[in-house]
């Protein structure tokens, strides 16, 4: 069965530090992978998707980048955080889009403090 | 592009009182629909997707939507509501075509569930 991880579960950071966050799919190959941040009261906002390997697609100016190493790791970024970057960040998955009826399946999130 | 609207922001129901969160969409073909489900600081949970055949869908935990297509609408119910049903809902609406698989999540209802 298929599984996605994603790390840390929270994370306290001041100003300007460097930001990196983990996600990673198991049991399935060439999956879609989607970052998505929830600050509170403002539903889900979706930050990027990867449809493969070096493929990024950014949904919205930020300050924050993302990369997708290897087929099933993905990974958030930020070289300095603001304050307006601490929510809820969550990382998903899908399969191909020949298979939307799918849906995604999310991992368990990572609460970012930037304080 | 689609769209997805819950009109409720946060519903408070009497547990054992029956529940009907709304939900509306907007897509030109045949849409494919989902219902999450997000407790307290974690993922969402996939509860039930409707994408082709029978318009009334059962999911986990009791609850079940209907597709209208008349009305654009995807309405979550569920007869009994359990104290751990409280918890944040989102109804999201997929497209399918070309490598960019994306769903569109509306804001959630928030449901709070009182003794």
């Known amino acids: 069965s298929q599984t996605i991880h994603q790390w840390p579960a929270t994370l306290v950071q001041p100003v300007g530090s460097p930001l990196s966050l983990e996600c990673t799919v198991e049991?399935?190959?060439?999956?879609?992978l989607y970052w998505y941040r929830q600050a509170a009261g403002r539903g889900l906002q979706l930050l990027f998707y990867s449809v493969g390997i070096g493929q990024i697609s950014s949904e919205v100016p930020q300050n924050l980048s993302a990369s997708r190493p290897q087929d099933r790791q993905f990974i958030l970024s930020s070289k300095k955080l603001l304050l307006s970057d601490s929510g809820f960040y969550l990382c998903?998955?899908?399969?191909?889009?020949?298979?939307?009826?799918?849906?995604?399946?999310f991992g368990s999130g990572t609460r970012l403090t930037v304080v | 592009a689609q769209s997805v609207t819950q009109p409720d922001i946060h519903i408070t129901v009497s547990e054992g009182a029956s529940l009907e969160l709304r939900c509306n969409y907007s897509?030109?073909?045949?849409?494919?629909l989902f219902w999450y489900v997000q407790s307290p600081g974690q993922g969402l949970q996939l509860l039930l997707k409707y994408f082709s055949g029978d318009t009334l869908v059962q999911g986990i935990k009791g609850f079940e939507a209907e597709f209208k297509r008349s009305q654009s609408s995807f309405n979550l119910r569920k007869p009994s509501v359990h104290w751990s049903d409280a918890a944040e809902y989102f109804c999201?609406?997929?497209?399918?075509?070309?490598?960019?698989?994306?769903?569109?999540f509306g804001k959630g209802t928030l449901l709070t569930v009182n003794p």
């Open positions: 897509y030109g073909a045949t849409p494919y």
């Open positions: 999201a609406v997929g497209a399918s075509g070309g490598s960019n698989y994306k769903l569109t």
């Open positions: 049991g399935t190959s060439n999956p879609n």
């Open positions: 998903a998955w899908s399969r191909t889009s020949r298979a939307p009826h799918y849906g995604y399946t």
